[in-house]
């Protein structure tokens, strides 16, 4: 997914503020995990936990298939 599309899925309102703060973070700004989640106040386990609810919920507001779902 692109940028554009991450920014999209963060400014939806369908993600809670952690998720939001993930997507900006970690996936748009490229931050390691460990950087991320000091900066957001979480553990690191955290965000590898809210990793799957994020990427599928970006794939159902993107039109993408889910990984689940693709052969």
Known sequence: ?????????????????????IIRLYIVGRLPQMDAAAEIGVDRKTISRRLPHIYNTARRLTGQPDKEKTP
Not at 1 to 17: K, P, S, Y
């Open 1 to 21: 997914m692109t940028r554009r599309d991450w920014e999209h899925v963060a400014d939806e309102g369908i993600c809670d503020l952690i998720d939001r703060q």
